[in-house]
């Protein structure tokens, strides 16, 4: 219990979490009032100290080897606010850091406004939104109050919607009302359940709340509510509808976004509620069901990516499938193999957020080259876009799971903990899953390879830099698998549920 | 039955109606509407429990209140996100069915025709 009295205080370093969150979003504001073509070199200058502010948060982490805290303004739970960043905080802030700095780099190209051109909508919209998404995910991930949470993902949301329509098409606008639609019942959903747990329990303080809380009707139908409406948000088969229309259609920049990072932030509600503040009283059959809608989702996904006709849309399927692997985490970490389950999860959301990216980047890439992407017509790619197409197939190999890839890794831990805890069928899941995602991966880079029609020129030369990034971020996803060899289990810092004496 | 009791489940009905209007109105017009409901419900539910610390001998609970208005702001600043996106998606298409004409199922078809 010295733990949870020692929650209230701040840490050393523990304004760092409230940077992380203002620098973001005072970019966004900073960026708006000159606009046009300031806004660019606004968001590159944000960027470039968010980046230093978010190393630094994991050099402290490394370093205390406990969880930063920050109390705002002074106040401790459960009347005050506090921020929290353990292990699992830092390692998707620091992925999140890395994929908004690719997207940038590739969007100076899609979004740049070089001397010359006209400012427009779209490019200022963009860069704006751009920050906004990544403020809001450092909120989402440092919370340390469900209703901070609820007022992260609204913010999420608010971000995310408007990049779906960034073009203004009628097709666009049509899916990023369907996308705000699902989000907004999802968060009502949401709010209903902390007003509930408010009402019984008298605190917001995640970890305050999980030493009070206990089972009980009041308490299931919380996490009922709570779990829905994230499930909604998350598009989690089989409220997944949304998902492909607004991922597809979005520009490749803000698809990136959209599919790598903003899916995650209420991935990651639904963990800190199912291991952080439900932890000991969920489990058993309804962690099985919401595993078994992971397996559905793995299954249909994957079916339904190989059917499509056009490449961005089977990677917005490809999405819905990844996300299944996301929710296998729960029947294992709810079981004595919580560790190993819950780090497999976390690198399961770290390395397809980084080959997500790099393949709706590579995507946009290959749309521009050719003018379309339709998949019966890639051939001539490979001859045109030699790094990009590396880039998508080691992405592909990251979402297969193949050696040494982060997606290896993580469905190797997932793997494991799943057979040490007897529940061999998300196995089974897993290895079909890998196999239908070799399908498609594989039937996009052989019918790029095709030489090109003789006399075919590419539409567009892109810019060199570009096909740079896209090709670094997906060897980060291909590498980081390598992080076996750490010393230490980062994910697994200041975590409450283990005793701090436990810690290196 | 006491205040707290008419309330809360007045709070559950409108909770309900909302959520059922949000899923079989194919327009997204009374799908807002339907989410405001919802919203007015969960609110209403919040005010209850603040309501409840009057109970325990304070003069009503004042974190409820707190959370409340900026779920208000929040749920206020959505709708007319929305509102925003239906109206440029009128000026885009002259429709505002969210039920296309090529996603449209068989027993839609006749719902959309009427929306348009």
Redesign the interface.
């Known amino acids: 219990m010295t733990t949870l009295a020692l929650t209230g205080q701040s840490t050393p370093g523990g304004l760092l979490l409230a940077l992380a969150v203002l620098l973001p979003f005072a970019g966004m504001l900073a960026g708006l009032a000159p606009g046009g073509r300031h806004a660019q070199r606004v968001a590159w200058a944000t960027i470039v100290l968010g980046i230093g502010i978010v190393l630094e948060i994991a050099a402290r982490l490394l370093v205390s080897g406990d969880a930063l805290r920050y109390a705002l303004g002074g106040w401790a739970p459960p009347l005050g606010v506090v921020l929290r960043a353990d292990g699992l905080s830092v390692c998707m802030m620091l992925v999140v850091a890395v994929v908004v700095g690719a997207v940038a780099i590739y969007a100076n190209g899609d979004f740049g406004t070089p001397p010359g051109t006209r400012e427009a909508r779209a490019p200022l919209a963009f860069w704006l939104l751009l920050l906004a998404v990544w403020g809001a995910l450092n909120l989402v991930f440092v919370s340390g109050d469900i209703f901070t949470l609820y007022v992260a993902l609204e913010l999420l949301t608010f971000a995310g919607v408007p990049l779906v329509s960034l073009d203004g098409r009628a097709e666009t606008l049509q899916a990023a009302l369907r996308y705000l639609l699902y989000a907004l019942i999802g968060s009502m959903l949401y709010l209903l359940g902390v007003f509930l747990l408010y009402g019984a329990y008298g605190t917001l303080d995640i970890a305050l709340l999980a030493g009070r809380i206990g089972p009980g009707p009041l308490a299931w139908t919380a996490v009922a509510l709570m779990t829905a409406g994230m499930l909604a948000k998350t598009a989690l088969f089989p409220l997944h509808l949304w998902l492909p229309p607004a991922h597809a259609g979005a520009p490749a920049a803000a698809s990136a976004l959209l599919s790598a990072l903003v899916v995650k932030g209420s991935w990651f509600v639904v963990v800190r509620l199912w291991v952080d503040v439900f932890g000991g009283m969920v489990g058993g059959s309804v962690a099985q069901l919401l595993a078994g809608l992971g397996a559905m989702a793995i299954l249909f996904g994957n079916v339904v990516a190989l059917r499509q006709v056009r490449l961005k849309l089977l990677i917005a399927y490809s999405t819905v499938a990844q996300i299944g692997y996301l929710f296998l985490l729960f029947p294992l970490a709810a079981q004595h193999e919580s560790t190993r389950a819950v780090t497999g999860g976390l690198l399961q959301a770290i390395s397809h957020a980084s080959a997500k990216a790099a393949m709706f980047l590579a995507a946009g890439l290959i749309y521009s080259t050719l003018g379309h992407d339709r998949l019966a017509d890639l051939r001539g790619a490979a001859r045109a876009l030699p790094m990009t197409l590396t880039a998508f197939a080691l992405a592909g190999a990251t979402l297969i799971g193949l050696p040494p890839s982060g997606g290896f890794l993580a469905k190797w831990l997932l793997m494991s903990a799943a057979l040490a805890t007897g529940q061999w069928w998300w196995a089974l899941v897993m290895l079909l899953g890998g196999l239908l995602t070799s399908v498609y991966v594989f039937m996009v880079v052989v019918r790029a390879m095709e030489p090109a029609a003789p006399g075919w020129s590419p539409k567009k030369q892109v810019p060199r830099y570009q096909q740079f990034a896209v090709l670094g971020l997906a060897t980060c996803s291909f590498l980081l698998g390598l992080a076996v060899l750490l010393p230490v289990d980062v994910a697994q810092i200041g975590r409450t549920v283990i005793p701090q004496a436990g810690m290196p | 039955m006491n205040v707290s009791q008419l309330f809360g489940l007045t709070a559950a009905a409108l ?1 309900g109606l ?2 059922y209007g ?1 899923i079989v109105n194919p327009q ?1 017009l009374r ?2 509407l339907a ?1 405001n409901l ?2 007015n ?2 609110f209403l ?2 005010a ?2 603040a309501h ?1 610390g009057a109970g325990a001998g304070m003069s009503g609970d004042p ?2 209140q707190a ?1 409340l208005i ?2 208000i702001v ?2 206020f ?2 709708s007319a ?2 509102v925003g ?2 109206l ?2 009128f000026a ?2 002259g429709t505002n069915s ?1 039920a ?1 004409a090529d996603d449209a199922a068989p027993g839609e078809a006749r719902t959309n025709a009427e929306a348009r």
């Open positions: 909770v909302g959520v949000l997204p799908k807002v989410f919802t919203g419900g969960v539910a919040c209850v429990i409840r974190v409820p959370l900026t779920a929040v749920s600043a959505a996100l929305a996106l239906m440029r998606r885009e298409t969210l296309a």
